[in-house]
């Protein structure tokens, strides 16, 4: 007779929340604060006594740590999440500096790398479709014959915050670290499609790269995605071949690549070969069905769905926060009562209206300050204090709420086949003595 498979904490709670109070932390029903008795198993599964727990939710395990591991060319302590496509996180407490690094910024692929080029500047795009002029254009001449503008500017997975989805959804398990907010310099694409001669049937562009799919298959883009021309047109999405004052690494795209800020990250082609401007809404690989879609009304967590109605493109990511000062699991000394808290916010389309930090699981909130955009679509760095009321496990929640009113939720909301926009508050789990 084969073996019972034991399962994780986080499948009880998925399965049963109730029975898994009970089992868990020996406390049955929803009522708020532990149990008699379970506080030693809160102490052990969190590391150390919980601080107030009277005041932990039922049915809330504590917040663990990811494993990381080396990689090539970055700072230590990415999160390696798939070798082909080479798919790699960054730890919030990596994301500490106002400009993200490039080294700290993660990666995500959606086919095998191209080789290197020796020459990045004889490397040429296509601009053609639904134009009066095709262009032809190298990466030298489009620093040549172009006004190139710097911004600073959030890219994001659409995918980030799939993690915390339950039931676990299609895709890489992000947490909160798919996202980076570096300096690009390059060319509008506006300005582009402008000398191209944008006709009155432009609708959509569709993007390609000379990436191919893990298959190795030459005839077929790993990826082809594309934006409504109101979104190409704007200012702030370039073409860029630079990135934090250095050329564009190859790693993130070099020599050129779009850069399509607040949007998900798929429609910043890496490796640009080509913009397609089509007279209807691009249908590459990568687009339809439920890639990069979110269903316009609630999907039963773990429903099959084929996308082929009720559901939309993801466009605008949505309001999310991040605590960078400290990483989940940091230990504090005996006796310290206040923390000085870091971080940053963004909202894709939206600005950042307020963010709120909470230690004691929710019961109260404080108001963080927020230092000013330096262009629309930089991320908004955070700073403040909150008190620590006694020692042992204590856990630090963020939310953010944008200048539309939309809020982070305390737990994974909008259950989707491949978990796109999921953005509920983090939590970081800090112990002190």
């Known amino acids: 007779m084969a073996a019972k498979k034991e399962r994780t904490v986080e499948e009880l709670y998925r399965d049963d929340p109730e029975r898994a109070d009970a089992e868990v932390f020996g406390r049955r029903g929803r009522e708020r604060g532990l149990a008699a008795g379970s506080e ?48 790699a996180e960054t730890p919030e407490h990596l994301l500490d500096d106002e400009t993200t690094p490039t080294g700290r910024f993660f990666l995500r692929n959606n086919g095998l790398a191209p080789p290197a080029l020796a020459d990045p500047d004889a490397h040429a795009f296509v601009v053609d479709g639904e134009v009066h002029a095709p262009l032809r254009l190298t990466v ?21 915050g799939r993690a915390f989805h339950m039931p676990a959804a299609r895709g890489n398990p992000w947490g909160n670290g798919a996202i980076g907010c570096a ?54 999405t370039l073409v860029a071949f630079a990135m934090n004052g250095e050329p564009l690494p190859h790693a993130h ?86 923390l000085h808290l870091r971080g940053a916010a963004w909202a894709g389309e939206n600005d950042i209206g307020i963010v709120e930090v909470s230690a004691d699981f929710g019961l109260s909130w404080t108001a963080m300050r927020l230092s000013p955009a330096r262009n629309r679509y930089d991320w908004r760095r955070w700073s403040g204090a909150i008190r620590l009321v006694g020692e042992g496990y204590h856990e630090i929640w963020t939310r953010a709420t944008d200048t539309a009113g939309n809020v982070q939720p305390l737990r994974a909301a909008g259950w989707n086949p491949q978990g796109y926009g999921c953005n509920a508050i983090q939590r970081v789990a800090v112990l002190v003595g």
């Not at 990811?66 to 230590?76: F, M, N």
């Not at 562009?205 to 979104?231: N, Q």
């Open 40 to 87: 030693r198993a809160m102490a052990a599964a969190a590391g150390g006594r919980v601080a107030r727990p009277e005041t932990v939710p039922a049915g809330l395990v504590p917040r663990g740590v990811a494993p990381t591991c080396p990689l090539a060319g970055k700072t230590p302590g990415l999160i390696l999440l798939q070798e082909t496509p080479l798919v």
């Open 140 to 160: 030298g001449e489009l620093k040549s014959r172009f006004r190139a503008v710097t911004y600073r500017l959030q890219m994001e997975c659409g995918g980030n």
């Open 183 to 236: 300096e690009w310099t390059g060319v509008p694409l506006a300005d582009v499609l402008a000398t191209a001669g944008l006709k009155d049937t432009a609708v959509h562009t569709g993007h390609y790269g000379f990436d191919r799919p893990a298959t190795g298959d030459p005839a077929r883009p790993s990826i082809s995605r594309g934006v409504p021309i109101a979104k190409a047109m704007e200012r702030h």
């Open 253 to 338: 795209g070099g020599p050129v690549r779009l850069v399509v800020p607040g949007w998900p990250g798929s429609v910043s082609h890496k490796w640009l070969t080509r913009i397609w401007v089509r007279d209807r809404v691009h249908d590459g690989p990568g687009m339809g069905g439920t890639s990069y879609r979110v269903p316009t009304v609630p999907v039963p967590p773990g429903a099959e769905a084929d996308g082929r109605s009720g559901f939309v493109d993801l466009a605008s990511m949505p309001v999310r926060s991040i605590l960078t000062s400290h990483a989940s699991g940091t230990r504090l000394p005996a006796g310290r009562s206040s």
